[in-house]
């Protein structure tokens, strides 16, 4: 099998020696040997104070009344199951760094939100979904020639792939809840809080890198290697303002050419088919060249509001593996989509991410400090990959996310890292066994940051990959 695809199973309570997290975490130069798996279980994230307890005083039944009609409620809408956390990642961000005065004051938005009436139903399709975002007109002819300007952009032929740089700075504050409703302990009404803060560099780990930045740390990994996995060709030029473009020629004769920022961030994606037919699958017209490298639109929009039932808005593939997996991922965003986002403000925003369903892969049961995939449990996948690869029969130029998660066992950037890889070898799973095409999937891993399960200790639920489709977040619907 390939390199991060599926193996042999592994015995459910034993870790592979060469992987980390969830209980288990490799020196860094220059710091203390690594902890026991007694002192990990209670370790906090990098600089971070510990996570404030929520406590929820609902009784089950009252959970899952609000599950069922979350437009009827203004609270945080959580699963209705023991030590359940938040539905929305966007809450549970909330949940991590304000707790329960977080959730007030989120509660007292929606609430206001609800007294204005600004609410509006659910979009019926993608167009619709877009339809009041600020959009530049373009038709398609206009996109066309906009990407095929890109395209034949003359730039300067490179032998290998270019190092992208490390991002500076960030928009993200130190302790401040999404949508800034707490920021410093200190609670803040409906003001925007921008603030640009440097990043570090915590760590680098084979071709990933772990960025700090206040009390948070993201890990940014390469695709790159995992698309030009059976290419026939793949070749590089360097374009003006820092840019890269990275063609890959497929077998059948099919390219995709991809512009990268300076740092790494897609901010072009297309295909092109033998017939010279172009299927955009990332483009974002508003993209600004001097913003920071990693930013987190959602500060500039208000809670959510979750309006369908939870069971139409998250798919747990064991409980329904019958479900009309097609039909789930052809659903449009759950609320207007303000304008189109790169992909990368789509991987640094949980409050992006929440406008759109997704399916939580529980048929996989990642060993604990494992990304390895049995192919007993690769075979639970095939009708999510039937339903993806239906999808792309009709419209080649969708994007589907994959993230990856771990429980709160181990270090955070262990388990940052474990996340990533677990997200990956899903992808790897999904192209390589099911002939999902590797450029229509983009990974990202999250660690600890997002639990199903509010708990520190080992938890099957938490150790998690998870699917959305984003196409209508990253790509004009007018798209050929």
Do not use: C, W
């Not at 066309?144 to 500076?168: D, L, N, T």
């Not at 066992?409 to 590797?438: F, I, K, M, Q």
């Amino acid at each position: 099998m390939p390199e991060g695809g599926t193996t042999a199973e592994q015995p459910a309570t034993e870790a592979p020696a060469q992987q980390t997290g969830e209980g288990e975490q490799q020196p860094v130069p220059g710091a203390e040997q690594p902890a026991t798996a007694e002192q990990l279980q209670g370790e906090q994230p990098q600089g971070g104070q510990p996570a404030p307890e929520v406590v929820d005083e609902r009784t089950k039944e009252e959970k899952q009344k609000i599950a069922e009609d979350p437009a009827a409620s203004d609270d945080t809408v959580v699963l209705p199951v023991e030590k359940g956390a938040a539905v929305l990642d966007s809450d549970k961000d909330a949940d991590n760094a304000g707790g329960n005065q977080a959730r007030e004051v989120r509660r007292k938005q929606r609430e206001e939100l609800r007294a204005k009436e600004t609410e509006v139903a659910p979009p019926t399709d993608d167009a619709a979904a877009q339809a009041q975002a600020a959009i530049p007109v373009e038709t398609k002819e206009e996109l066309s020639q906009r990407i095929e300007a890109v395209m034949k952009e003359e730039g300067e032929r490179v032998e290998e792939a270019p190092a992208f740089a490390v991002p500076e700075t960030t928009n993200i504050v130190n302790n401040t809840v999404v949508n800034n409703t707490v920021i410093n302990n200190t609670t803040v009404n409906n003001t925007t809080e921008n603030n640009v803060t440097q990043v570090q560099v915590v760590e680098e780990v084979d071709d990933r890198v772990i960025l700090g930045v206040g009390d948070r740390i993201f890990v940014r990994g390469d695709d790159r290697p995992r698309l030009r996995q059976n290419s026939e060709e793949t070749y590089y030029d360097n374009l003006s303002g820092g840019r890269v473009r990275e063609t890959i020629v497929r077998p059948g004769g099919y390219q995709i050419v991809t512009v990268y920022s300076r740092y790494g961030d897609i901010l072009t994606r297309t295909r092109v088919d033998r017939d010279g037919n172009e299927y955009v699958m990332m483009y974002s017209p508003e993209y600004e060249e001097d913003r920071p490298a990693i930013v987190d639109v959602g500060y500039e929009l208000p809670p959510m509001r979750l309006t369908i039932p939870v069971d139409e808005y998250i798919v747990d593939v064991a409980e329904d593996p019958d479900r009309d997996y097609y039909e789930f991922l052809s659903e449009p965003p759950v609320e207007q989509v303000e304008r189109v986002y790169t992909i990368d403000e789509v991987r640094n925003s949980a409050r992006l991410r929440d406008k759109v369903r997704r399916i939580d892969l529980d048929t996989i049961h990642f060993a604990t400090g494992s990304a390895e995939v049995s192919m007993s449990q690769a075979k639970t996948l095939r009708n999510v990959a039937d339903a993806m690869n239906k999808v792309l029969e009709k419209d080649p130029g969708e994007t589907f996310f994959i993230e990856g998660h771990t429980d709160a066992v181990g270090s955070d950037r262990s388990n940052l890292v474990l996340s990533d890889e677990r997200a990956e070898s899903v992808a790897v799973l999904l192209t390589e066994v099911y002939g999902v095409p590797a450029e229509n999937l983009v990974t990202q891993g999250y660690g600890e940051r997002f639990l199903k399960i509010r708990t520190p200790e080992a938890e099957q639920e938490n150790r998690r990959v998870t699917i959305r489709r984003v196409t209508p977040l990253v790509r004009p619907v007018a798209q050929r």
